[in-house]
């Protein structure tokens, strides 16, 4: 085992990938900082982050703080002596807590920094349109992710990529990129840099409900991002009339398949058809497929099953 002490902060799922990595190299991992346990769903049971479930298993030892400021975590965190903390998938450290180690920290971030700083780095890459994205390990100061880089990775974003896909590569390459900002951190073997400044910057902020409903002014391939940055979750939301009376609650979960179309009957009215069992939606200048959707209330369920059951043999029905 190597001899410098590292300290992990994580939560969710995406964090996973490099800490397991980590315990593979065998590097000397004395614990992870995760969320304090909270009830969650309808059952309001307690759920424990993906970070600790993980920690549990692999004997691990685990620090849940209600606050991070609090005096009496400090005075642990100091006795530890962690050399070095790694930040993924967690909340902004206080000066108190990344100024600990003699390594400093780092944090690892799912953006092309300075580009898309912020809590939704792949939604907002993808609904922009982005053809690539990648990550970014930086050392933390006190601005979130303004820190000087150390490393980046990119990748290539395609047509039928969604967040999740792209969540799921970024997760995987997370592993190769911690390991070595890690070796190259220790051994001193790198510069860092100083993010560039422009008012162009593109901004990543958190996503709400609100901020999920699909603007049908906007073009085809738009929509077709911005329904791409909200797949599988938390869903691009949108209503459907009928008989100009009943309205349902819709959320479209999975697109695919963008085309543009030169058929200009189709540009201000949405229109759909069913061709090899797929349900495409046509809409100004373009045409994509719509894989799953839920209405309000009910299962998710796929384009054909929801053409058989709200669109077929009805004439007046419309997305607004």
Known sequence: MKKEKILFFGTSKFAIAALSEIIEKKYNLIGVVTTPDKPAGRGLKIKESDVKIFAKNHNIKIYQPENLSENNFLIELKKLKPDLIIVIAFKKLPKLIWEIPRYGTFNLHASLLPNYRGAAPINWAIINGEKETGLTTFFINENIDYGDILLQEKIL???????????????????????????YVF?????????????????????FKKDTTISWKKNSFEIYN????????????TKLIINKKNNYDVIITKVSNYTKIENKSYSNKISFELKNKNLLILYKEGSFIIEKLKISGKKEMSGLEFNNGFIKNIEDYYFI
């Open 157 to 183: 974003i395609d047509t039928n990529d969604n967040f999740k896909s792209i969540h799921d590569k970024l997760m995987l390459n997370s592993k190769d990129i911690t390991i070595k900002t890690i070796e």
């Open 187 to 207: 051994s001193k073997d790198i510069k860092p840099k100083k993010q560039k400044k422009s008012k162009k910057i593109k901004k990543a902020p958190k996503i």
């Open 226 to 237: 911005f329904i791409r940055g909200m797949s599988p979750y938390p869903g691009a939301r």
